[in-house]
Nanobody, 124 residues
C-alpha cells in the first residue's frame, strides 16, 4: 500500500476551475496506476478518472469528459485532476486511489490505497 495525500479542494462558483493534487512519498510511484473517485452526500462513491502508470492510458467518466483532465508527474510523485467548467453536481469529496498490477480502472475495488479525500463545493 501507499500513503496518499490530496490537496486543492475548496469552494468555487459554477463555471469555475480547481486543480486537485495527490502526492505520495513513495519513490516507486511509477509502479502505480492512479485514479480519482468522488462521493457526494447520500450517494455511492463514483469513478471520475484514471491514468495508467506512465500516462499512456487515461479514462474518464462520461459526466466529466471534456471538462476534467487527469495527468501525472512521476518525478514529483504526484497525480493531478484539473477541473474546468465546474457544475453544482460536481460537489463531492474527491479521493485519489492507487493500484499496483492489473485491474479494472473504473472499479473502486481494483484500488488498495486511498487518500483521505478533499472537499469540492460548487455553488450555483
Amino acid at each position: 500500500q501507499v500513503q496518499l495525500v490530496e490537496s486543492g479542494g475548496g469552494l468555487v462558483q459554477a463555471g469555475g476551475s480547481l486543480r486537485l493534487s495527490c502526492t505520495t512519498s513513495k519513490r516507486t510511484f511509477g509502479n502505480y496506476a492512479m485514479a480519482w473517485f468522488r462521493q457526494a452526500p447520500g450517494k455511492e462513491r463514483e469513478f471520475v478518472a484514471a491514468i495508467s502508470r506512465f500516462g499512456r492510458n487515461i479514462y474518464y467518466a462520461d459526466s466529466v469528459k471534456g471538462r476534467f483532465t487527469t495527468s501525472r508527474d512521476n518525478a514529483k510523485n504526484t497525480v493531478y485532476l484539473q477541473m474546468n467548467s465546474l457544475k453544482p453536481e460536481d460537489t463531492a469529496v474527491y479521493y485519489c486511489a492507487a493500484r499496483q498490477g492489473a485491474g479494472d480502472p473504473y472499479r473502486s475495488e481494483s484500488y488498495n490505497s486511498w487518500g483521505q479525500g478533499t472537499q469540492v463545493t460548487v455553488s450555483s
